[in-house]
Structures are given as structure tokens and as C-alpha cells.
């Protein structure tokens, strides 16, 4: 088994811990955050399926205005040209770390409520590398309480392959272990009730290229708000709220996602006890522009582990 390494470096304001913990996702296989050690671990299977144990920590860097981090690939032949280049590729993606956020951060000067999040490094929300595990996990997210997610999607996470470095993580199933493990383990094992077929019919799709996750993905920087909204909520499983959910996750923040939770804040913090509509709700983030849902999210974030455990994720 071998070790390779690489390097990343992202503008400032950012701090690996903020990110990791923007939202719940680091809770979910196959993430593993060591909070002992500030570290993420992640297992990411290539395209040979090799599965390697990828390491995120935080360290100085010598470029001005920029926070670096070291990427520790370990793996069978982890050496091979491209694997560590590979595995900070896809670290970017998850920590947007080439997403130039300045000018939320210059709105954040100015928000009270905003200066926190800037102070401690956040604004980026991490995500999966790949939207085929956003949706997924998304979709799972639907309608239940976070621990009920979490416990869905590391369930599901066991159909990945092994990761020999780290025995305890798995990399994240693909359509076709999905496919191949069928419905009822679904709904048997995962315990996904009516998101049983939502989840099969995206994995059959996906596998057959009747849709193409990885494609949407490419393209959402270039895509407008409406576009890429109408590419979200068309596939199976994915409402309003959940497609501006994965809206935020791609860097597009124009429309925050109004759900239970969201109504359960604005009514306890921004309307005096009253449940506002969902009119109000978005005339009330308007003003914020492009980086409405940005602001909403930090407006409410703490930086500390399992805040947002009484509440429900996007629906």
C-alpha cells in the first residue's frame, strides 16, 4: 500500500472546520471527520475500483491571503501518475475551494449577522464530489429528522466497496450496486420507505444514461438559476425546496430553501412568533441578491457540532 500527497490553496476567509461542518453532510459515510485532530477522511474509489483513503488537513501556506491543505492519498499503487491529482480535484469540488466568495464576504462587513461567519472562515458548504451522492443523499433527506437521515444514508453507504486502508469506510455505492442490490434492499435495509423507487429509478437511469448526473454537475456554473433549477427538480424524488438545496450545494445561491426548518427559524427569529408565508420569508432575503441563500444559511450557523440536530433538512 502506498502514500501519496498533494496540495491545495484557498483564499481567505477559510477554515477547513467551518466548512466541513457548514451543513450535516460530514456526518455521512463515507465522510469521517476526526475532531480531535481537525482532519477529514473520505473514501473515493477510481475508475479502476481502487479505493482509496483520502486525508484534508489544514495547514500554513505560502501564498498571501490563502490557507493551505494537505492531501495524504493512501491506497493500492497510490503512487500511480494522476491518483493524487485526481484526489485533489475532487477535494476542490467538496470544499469549494476555487469558488471566489469575496464579494459575500464584503456583504458579510456589513451584516451583523454575517460577520461571524466570516471571522471563523465559513461560507462554503461542502458537498460530495459528485452530484450523484448529493442527490442521493438529498433525496434521503427528505421529510424525516437529520439523525433519521444520517441513519438512511450510512445504511445505504454500506453497498460501496471497502476501502482497504481504512476498513471502516466504504466508498459511496454506484447506480450499479444500487441497481444490483434491488428495491427490496431498499426498503428493508435502508429503511427508505417511499423514497425506495425514487432512488432505484435515479440509479436505473443514471446506470443507462438516460440521465447524466456528471454532466449536470459540469455544467451548473455556466447554467442561469432557472435552468439549472428545471434540470434539478426534474429528476425523481427532488422537490422545490431540495432542487434549491443542490442549487446552493453547486454555487448558485439566488433561492433559499424553504422548508420546514426554514419556516421554524424565520417564525422563532425574523417574525416576532407569527409563521410567516414563504412570500415573506424570500421579500425578507431579496435584498441579499445572487448570495440570498449564502446569507440565510450563516445568518443562522453556529460553529459548533450537531447544531441543527432538532431540525429538519430540505424537503
Not at 116 to 142: N, S, Y
Not at 244 to 261: C, E, I, Q, R, T
Not at 266 to 291: D, S
Request: hydrophobic letters at 40%; proline letters at 5%.
Amino acid at each position: 500500500m502506498q502514500t501519496a500527497t498533494a496540495r491545495l490553496e484557498v483564499r481567505k476567509p477559510f477554515s477547513l472546520f467551518s466548512t466541513v461542518v457548514s451543513h450535516g453532510w460530514y456526518e455521512t459515510l463515507p465522510f469521517r471527520w476526526l475532531e480531535s485532530e481537525r482532519t477529514l477522511l473520505r473514501a473515493e474509489a477510481l475508475g479502476d475500483g481502487r479505493v482509496m483513503l483520502v486525508r484534508v488537513e489544514e495547514t500554513k501556506s505560502p501564498q498571501r491571503n490563502h490557507t493551505g491543505l494537505a492531501i495524504t492519498v493512501k491506497g493500492e499503487n497510490a503512487r500511480d501518475p494522476g491518483v493524487a491529482a485526481e484526489m485533489s480535484r475532487r477535494v476542490a469540488v467538496m470544499l469549494h475551494a476555487d469558488e471566489d466568495l469575496r464579494e459575500f464576504y464584503e456583504l458579510c462587513k456589513s451584516v451583523p449577522d454575517l460577520q461571524e461567519a466570516r471571522r471563523l472562515g465559513a461560507g462554503r458548504c461542502m458537498r460530495a464530489p459528485t452530484l450523484w451522492e448529493d442527490v442521493l443523499k438529498t433525496v434521503l433527506g427528505t421529510n424525516v429528522t437529520w439523525r433519521q437521515a444520517v441513519t438512511m444514508i450510512n445504511r445505504l453507504a454500506q453497498l460501496g466497496d471497502p476501502c482497504p486502508a481504512f476498513p471502516e469506510l466504504r466508498s459511496w455505492p454506484s447506480p450499479g450496486q444500487i441497481v444490483r442490490a434491488k428495491e427490496k434492499f431498499l426498503r428493508d435495509t435502508v429503511r427508505a420507505g417511499y423514497r425506495s423507487p425514487y432512488i432505484m429509478e435515479l440509479a436505473l437511469a443514471q446506470k443507462s444514461g438516460e440521465i447524466d448526473l456528471d454532466a449536470i454537475d459540469g455544467a451548473a456554473a455556466k447554467l442561469d438559476e432557472q435552468e439549472l433549477y428545471k434540470k434539478l427538480v426534474a429528476l425523481k424524488g427532488v422537490g422545490k425546496s431540495s432542487a434549491h438545496f443542490l442549487m446552493n450545494l453547486l454555487g448558485h445561491y439566488d433561492h433559499l430553501p424553504v422548508d420546514s426548518a426554514t419556516y421554524a427559524y424565520a417564525t422563532r427569529e425574523l417574525f416576532n412568533g407569527r409563521r410567516p408565508t414563504e412570500k415573506q420569508i424570500r421579500r425578507r432575503y431579496a435584498r441579499y441578491g445572487k448570495w440570498q441563500s449564502l446569507a440565510y444559511w450563516y445568518e443562522r450557523w453556529e460553529p459548533r457540532l450537531r447544531w441543527w440536530e432538532p431540525i429538519s433538512t430540505p424537503t
